[in-house]
């Protein structure tokens, strides 16, 4: 702040205290005296000080009026909501053996669908996820890994350190979504094209980032059905036939595994996933080792 030459500095101001005596604001206001009542002086050393009273209103004038409160927000004001942060997902509890099967249209899971290019994992978690009666979400890997625009390392040029990161990292942001999501009582129904035979892109990795909750479910229709709807893609999601082939074999890994698996090449996708709601009862009744 610039002061004309010869005024006088404010004083310190001390801690807890209001300007110093002697010191006028005047000084600091070229325009003249702040508008408002002048400040009260000092009371004199040894007088007791009356408190101040509001002015009387004009003898004769209507007394004032009776200031209301301020108004309360309105009840569809939107503010702070506290959201619980995500943990690990836990093992669904076992229910006891007279207790009926589980219903698991009406419980908050953590599904993995796993299954090659083709399979219709997408498609079914999708509408399994909008068919709910419970709030769900769906995550696909695949979606997340294309978030990186600029960069992208296509697996299909080749398995590589910079795919295999942007893998990784898809994975455990789709993770992390899962347990934010779980925490706050809504589902999850992930896909990933997991492989038996492949540790970096294995079940550790989703059990790592998710929780031992996850359960996972294999789809697996025959070859001829994976050819057919990998011919239907277009841009990146579209493989040559020898790679669906490839990965369709390495997929029948899974058989032998424990995991369930759903052959769903005569299924359409609402019935797919009506099977999918049978094989998660038996999982939450008695859940995979994996």
Known sequence: MQHPVGSPLPPPHQPGHGPALGWSPAAHHPGGPPQGPAPLPPPAPGYPVAPRQAPSPHPGSAPAPHQPAPAAP??????????????PVAVPSVPPATAAAPDPTTTTL??????????????????????????????????????VRSGFADPQTGWNEHSEAQYRLARRTCGFSARNFLANGISCILDDAVFPDRPVVGLGGWKRHVGPGLLPVVLLPGLDIVLERNAERSGNRRLTDE?????????????????????????????????????????IASPPNW
Do not use: C, F
């Open 110 to 147: 953590a599904v993995l669908l796993i299954g090659p290019a083709g399979a219709g994992k997408t498609s079914v978690a999708k509408y399994w996820a909008d068919h709910r009666r419970v709030p769900t979400a769906h995550i696909s890997l695949d979606d997340v890994r294309e978030w």
């Open 243 to 283: 790679e669906v082939a490839r990965i369709h074999g390495r997929m029948a890994g899974w058989y032998g595994s424990g995991l369930p698996i759903i052959d769903n090449s005569q299924l359409d996708i609402p019935e797919t996933a009506h099977l999918l709601d049978e094989v998660l009862s038996r999982s």
């Open 74 to 87: 309105a009840p569809d004001t939107t503010g702070h909501v506290p959201l619980p942060p995500g943990g």
